[in-house]
């Protein structure tokens, strides 16, 4: 038995007591937490663009750029967490996510929305990796470990589900900051109950935390996820190329440096391992296509289908369910069945629901969206449960944290692809569309920057130009989110192929841990 396992042996006595459900339930309250703040936005927007009036290119960072400094944060802190006590780390990120979340409620421009979203990441990155490590030293029978992880998961969805109703709620009665002043109860909670029950866990003989990698790997991933956005939004530029050599420059000098620390961040080796590198992509992947789908349909269930914020969250309801029980049954199927069949699956569901999107118009009835909905939730909530289950299992406990954060590092990147990649199909197609004759010049640019836009711009003009402009804007908005689920849903399936090959033989554990 190695150093490390004995230092550890009385953390897993500890950790066997029937206390340890209590303590997943207030690790749920950070999922929650995260959750919540980024399922709201999408509802928000159309109010965020009439009160501070970003360009179409602000309103996607406004978007991504929370889950574009997450991505690039999620494994050091994993990391840091493994140094420091995770259950500090939680804490102490989810005092600063409540501060943070003020900032954001009072923003006065685009440009210190965007500010405060990026500050709003760093908390978030020590959020969830936090709270995957804990369940992975909590629970040290495999079995228990995958329902706890479905929780976690599940509580993820909930989130996505609580989010919107409760947005919408607070749109239809207060104004748009409410929606991340929800965040203080929550975080309260989590912070007087958390200190007293979560125990405490870490990695006995961590070594230092590696401060150049920290910025390497933020520099590297914002560099290219960067220069991914711009290169999808406006062509291939020189500040994009330059963006994108210098992230790649950066990640490849951290994967380096990486192979060379006695301690790392994170040991890159990992990747060597098949199902590894297979479920991270399939998590990374699942995730692009169910947060680019949710967002852009929040605006399209508003701003095409004339719904109010309430009605569009609860519209949303079924990808949240189909998520949480998917999530709850993952483990077992998975057992049941194989690993990557259960993977493949839901990256196929989520393909075709996606595939299905490109039938959507702007009359189409709830029930069809509905389903599409339900479908994408459903596929979502298993692929991405598995995965989560075998990264976090395929290293030893005492670096959960750090394999956690590779976990929350696909899931982030995702989303924040997901809206960018799929957004700049979007605006790409959007801002094609003709406008009326006699709209003034400043009125028709307004119009061009962003659906929201194209509403408040068509409030200025009378009938006769108004309703054509808002029809075009519509019909183009409409034909935009058709293309990039259409390019999306190629993606998933092809996706889904790769996966049953890569997950070959993978299976997740059986025997429990013993100190």
């Avoid at 959750?35 to 159309?46: E, M």
């Avoid at 992880?149 to 409760?166: D, E, Q, T």
């Avoid at 998590?283 to 947060?291: C, F, H, N, Q, V």
């Avoid at 409409?478 to 259409?486: E, I």
């Amino acid at each position: 038995m190695s150093t490390a396992d004995r230092g550890t042996g009385t953390e897993e006595a500890d950790a066997d007591r029937p206390g340890r459900w209590i303590a997943l339930t207030v690790l749920v309250l950070a999922v929650l937490l995260v959750a919540v703040d980024a399922t709201v936005l999408g509802l928000a927007t159309p109010y965020l663009t009439e009160d501070l009036e970003p360009t179409g290119t602000q309103l996607l960072w406004i978007g991504d750029v929370y889950s574009f400094v997450i991505a690039g944060l999620l494994v050091s802190m994993g990391s840091l967490g493994d140094r420091v006590g995770r259950k500090k780390l939680l804490l102490t990120g989810a005092t600063a996510f409540g501060a943070i979340s003020v900032l954001n409620a009072y923003a006065n421009s685009a440009e210190t929305m965007i500010a405060a979203r990026a500050l709003l990441g760093v908390a978030g990155a020590t959020l969830m990796p936090s709270t995957l490590a804990l369940i992975r030293n909590i629970f040290h029978d495999p079995r228990e470990r995958s329902l706890a992880i479905g929780i976690w998961g599940a509580a993820a969805s909930a989130g996505a589900a609580v989010g919107p109703v409760v947005g919408g709620f607070l749109l239809e009665h207060f104004w748009w900051g409410s929606v991340f002043l929800i965040n203080l109860p929550v975080m309260a909670v989590l912070v007087v109950v958390g200190a007293r029950l979560i125990p405490e866990s870490k990695d006995p003989a961590p070594g230092p935390w590696d401060l150049p990698g920290v910025a390497l790997s933020l520099v590297g991933v914002i560099g290219v996820v960067y220069a991914v956005k711009e290169a999808a939004a406006h062509g291939f530029g020189w500040g994009v190329v330059l963006s994108a050599v210098i992230g790649t420059a950066a990640l490849v000098w951290f994967v380096r440096r990486q192979l060379r620390l006695p301690a790392p961040l994170i040991d890159v080796r990992l990747f060597h391992h098949r199902g590894f590198s297979g479920a991270v992509l399939a998590d990374l992947l699942t995730i692009l296509g169910l947060s680019g789908l949710v967002f852009f349909l929040s605006q399209f269930l508003q701003l095409v289908q004339g719904r109010g914020p309430l009605e569009a969250g609860l519209a949303e309801l079924p990808a949240a369910a189909g998520s949480v029980v998917a999530g709850l049954l993952a483990g077992r199927a998975a057992r049941r069945f194989s690993v990557r069949a259960v993977v493949s699956g839901g990256l196929a569901a989520v393909g075709a629901a996606l595939a299905a999107v490109t039938l959507i118009g702007q009359e189409t009835a709830y029930p069809p969206i509905g389903a599409v909905m339900l479908v994408v939730g459903v596929g979502a909530g298993f692929a991405f449960t598995v995965t989560a289950d075998v990264i976090l299992s395929s290293v030893p406990k005492e670096q959960a944290g750090a394999a956690s954060g590779v976990s929350e590092t696909a899931y982030e990147l995702g989303a924040a692809l997901g809206i960018a990649l799929l957004g700049s199909i979007v605006t790409g197609v959007y801002q094609g569309f003709p406008t009326p004759a006699g709209v003034p010049p400043d009125t028709t640019a307004a119009a061009h920057e962003s659906l929201g836009g194209a509403v408040e711009a068509a409030g200025t003009l009378p009938a006769a130009q108004a309703d054509p402009l808002l029809a075009a804007a519509q019909t183009a908005f409409t034909d935009g989110l058709r293309a990039a689920a259409g390019i999306g849903a190629a993606v998933l399936l092809a996706t889904a192929v790769a996966a049953w090959f890569l997950l070959r033989g993978q299976r997740l554990e059986e025997g429990a841990e013993h100190p």
